[in-house]
């Protein structure tokens, strides 16, 4: 359950970004999505009433027991707040969105309802089967709300890091290890009241800045961040840490989304990503692994300049000129990391 | 520094580099007695291992002596004298701890690479193409060797160069390939190509305790070397491999097969032009004869050993010989970390002297005459020696 909450969180934190995009600079959702959502938003209102209001009969009609009124009434609120929201945004799909996400506890409810033993069986397989409905048509709304419009920089990606997820989360969370490994960053500044400056580094040595708040963080877990309403450049991204079975680490996913304003710092931004902003990313998370299991960013001759992709120096020492033109030679960075000594205790 | 340059399909160039630095906390820098030219160095010298670049240092096998240490490096010391493993590994990655060194997670930076051709990346090795990692390699008076708290094995300074020197690739290799086969006693191994790799295949398959091993080549002075390692020898050139093979062992066919050969083989026919000419015309970028004999000669319920190098597709693989027969398929680059201590141990019992191999001593400022001397297989040519500390003048001592 814990993943599903997480990728709920991850969803989120990065269609917020999107929508905000959607509604406001690059034209709005097709008409069919929209009165899809105006009709589960009625939706929602018309159950939400009749939860709160009549939970017993509810609990009849659906088959669980009458002894679970209250949470009954409680999922009426959760109701009424969605179909609110959905009414009150000019492109809703954030709020169908939550709606997806209360479908999903719906359905966890139901199916623990059906261990009660006061239970009835048959009423309940008829209300999953409608809420499944219901589930469906919310996913497809929300789909096309969050695509309808220009959809910015997103990539996803997931690595295996041979370490403990409360280890590989604390590295993450400070923010200052970001830049270690994320190629397109210069350094990430945390302040006291949580809000983070980030810099970037753009084409020509233009700089590429921002600040960033945390919108969920949950240790060992889950880190979500987006940044602020008034920034040049809209970011959000998140990491989830799972326990790898076995005992084999921590599996790492992490999902980001950049919506590159009009003008010279979006075409900045764009170029940082070039055509493959996945594969920028997954190389981002193979050097993070490399400093969480090894301490450092390993390099060849080949990578050590560059961007490390199709511009590769021969396999063979650099000279004195080159090496002063490396963004950073991992020998001459001190060491007094957490993820260095946490090597040297592993081994 | 001096060092052997790749410049295109047969044009290597020794020049002089700037020396090697330490660029990871846990590299070392080690000061190369010898070096010595790999079969699979000629796949990058004919051109058909992918992603080289003009200038790259190629040579994975070396040795020498430890000049520079980095901070992370605690287990050697300037002056140590160290044989350097082929494939570079981190020693804390889930291979690495599995013992599957050539399969690190952290050692190929280039990574992304590997993964479209191959689906997931192997470990970054030296001198090996950009592929697997654009590291330089060690034919030359330097190399940087990183995880140098993982990789080299220190060796005592009774033994010679040429006794240890092979413990950094053919001599594991080999061995690899002939533990692969599960050998039992009783086992009869047949073993495709004798080159170096193939030489060192047959003494550990009697040294793993086969009772019989049959090798196959058509060059007469690597037959020679097999026939003086023990083994039985077929000359594809003249005998029909197949048949025998079923002749010697009964119609059933040999325990296990070793294909010792790789991407590069030749056999006679109309079979050989097939491959070759779709190899030439990039529609297949292995030719695979051997392997695919191999399988066809396995006995039923059998083990292929595949350690000879391949670096892409083949066709007309015989997957229903293989379902049909049981037949279990074992690959991979030697996860030669892992053979380092037990094989140096049958080196100083006197159980195996791996200098048996070496036919050519020459400078390193003569390695491009030995590529070619190599590839033509002139001279008894089996196995060449590079030496950058001596001075070049066009000719190799002859052992």
């Known amino acids: ?347 | 520094m001096k060092a052997n340059c790749w410049y295109g399909k047969t044009v290597m160039r020794v020049e002089e580099v700037p020396d090697p630095q330490i660029l990871n906390q846990r590299d070392a820098i080690v000061k190369i007695s010898s070096t010595a030219i790999c079969g699979s160095d000629l796949h990058l010298y004919n051109g058909f291992i992918p992603t080289m670049v003009k200038g790259d240092i190629l040579g994975h096998e070396f040795m020498g002596e430890v000049v520079e240490v980095g901070k992370q490096v605690t287990n050697l010391a300037v002056g140590d004298r160290v044989v350097v493993p082929f494939p570079i590994a981190c020693g804390n990655c889930f291979f690495c701890k599995s013992e599957l060194f050539s399969l690190c997670e952290n050692s190929n930076p280039n990574a992304w690479m590997a993964e479209k051709m191959f689906g997931h990346s192997p470990a970054g090795l030296f001198g090996y193409s950009h592929l697997t990692g654009g590291y330089a390699g060690g034919q030359a008076e330097y190399a940087r060797v990183p995880f140098a708290d993982v990789g080299p094995i220190k060796v005592p300074d009774h033994l010679t160069d040429e006794q240890v020197l092979f413990l950094s690739d053919i001599f594991p290799t080999g061995y690899m390939g002939a533990e692969m086969c599960n050998v039992k006693g009783g086992d009869t191994i047949a073993i495709w190509g004798c080159g170096p790799v193939g030489q060192f295949s047959i003494r550990s398959a009697f040294l793993l305790g086969a009772d019989r091993v049959i090798a196959i080549d058509e060059v007469p002075a690597r037959l020679k070397m097999a026939e003086e390692g023990g083994a039985e020898t077929i000359n594809f050139r003249e005998q029909n491999v197949y048949e025998t093979l079923m002749d010697m062992t009964g119609g059933r066919g040999p325990d296990a097969c070793i294909d010792d050969v790789g991407m590069e083989a030749h056999a006679p026919g109309i079979l050989f032009a097939y491959d070759r000419v779709k190899q030439a015309i990039l529609l297949e970028s292995d030719r695979p004869h051997a392997l695919r004999e191999a399988i066809m000669c396995c006995r039923n319920g059998g083990t292929v050993s595949v350690i000879g190098v391949y670096g892409g597709f083949i066709d007309k693989f015989p997957m229903g010989s293989v379902m049909n027969r049981s037949l279990t398929i074992k690959t991979g680059q030697a996860h030669v970390q892992r053979y380092l201590k037990p094989l140096l141990n049958l080196i100083e019992n006197g159980d195996i002297d791996p200098s048996f191999v070496v036919t050519h001593t020459m400078s390193l400022d003569d390695a491009p005459r030995g590529y070619d001397m190599f590839k033509k297989k002139e001279d008894g040519c089996i196995k060449i020696v590079l030496k950058p500390d001596a001075n070049g003048n066009g000719h190799a001592s002859v052992h």
């Open chain 1, 1 to 347: 359950m814990s993943t599903r909450e997480n990728n709920d969180e991850t969803n989120r934190a990065v269609s917020h970004k999107s929508n905000k995009q959607n509604g406001t600079q690059h034209g709005l959702p097709s008409g069919n999505a929209k009165r899809l959502a105006a009709g589960l938003g009625w939706f929602s209102v018309g159950l939400g009433l009749a939860e709160l209001l009549a939970p017993k009969a509810i609990a009849r009609i659906t088959g669980v027991s009458e002894k679970r009124t209250g949470l009954i009434q409680l999922y009426g609120l959760r109701e009424l707040a969605a179909g609110v929201a959905i009414f009150s945004q000019k492109n809703p799909a954030e709020a169908v969105w939550s709606r997806v996400a209360g479908d999903v506890l719906d359905l966890t409810s139901l199916s623990l309802a059906c261990l009660s033993p006061d239970a009835k069986r048959g009423r309940i397989t008829f209300a999953t089967a409608n809420v499944l409905a219901v589930t469906a048509l919310d996913v497809m709304c929300a789909r096309q709300l969050s695509n309808g419009g220009h959809k910015g920089i997103q990539a996803k990606a997931a690595c295996i890091v041979n370490r403990e997820p409360d280890q590989v989360y604390a590295f993450w969370r400070d923010f200052r290890n970001l830049s270690r490994f994320m190629k397109h960053l210069e350094s990430v500044e945390e302040f006291a009241d949580g809000r983070s400056h980030w810099i970037a580094k753009g084409p020509a040595g233009m700089k590429v800045e921002w600040d960033a708040v945390i919108v969920a963080d949950e240790p060992g877990k889950v880190i979500t961040w987006r940044s602020l309403e008034n920034s040049d450049v809209d970011h959000a991204g998140a990491v989830q840490f799972q326990h790898a079975p076995g005992g084999r680490g921590t599996i790492v996913k992490v999902n980001f989304q950049y919506n590159p304003p009009i003008g010279v710092v979006g075409a900045a931004v764009a170029k940082l990503f070039g055509e493959e902003p996945e594969q920028q990313l997954d190389d981002d998370l193979r050097r993070f692994k490399q400093v969480m299991e090894v301490g450092e960013v390993v390099v060849s001759e080949a990578t050590l300049l560059g961007n490390g992709y199709m511009d590769q120096r021969p396999g063979r020492p650099p000279d004195a000129s080159e090496l002063e033109q490396a963004e950073s030679v991992p020998s001459q960075i001190p060491t007094n990391y957490e993820s260095t000594e946490g090597r040297a205790n592993q081994r």
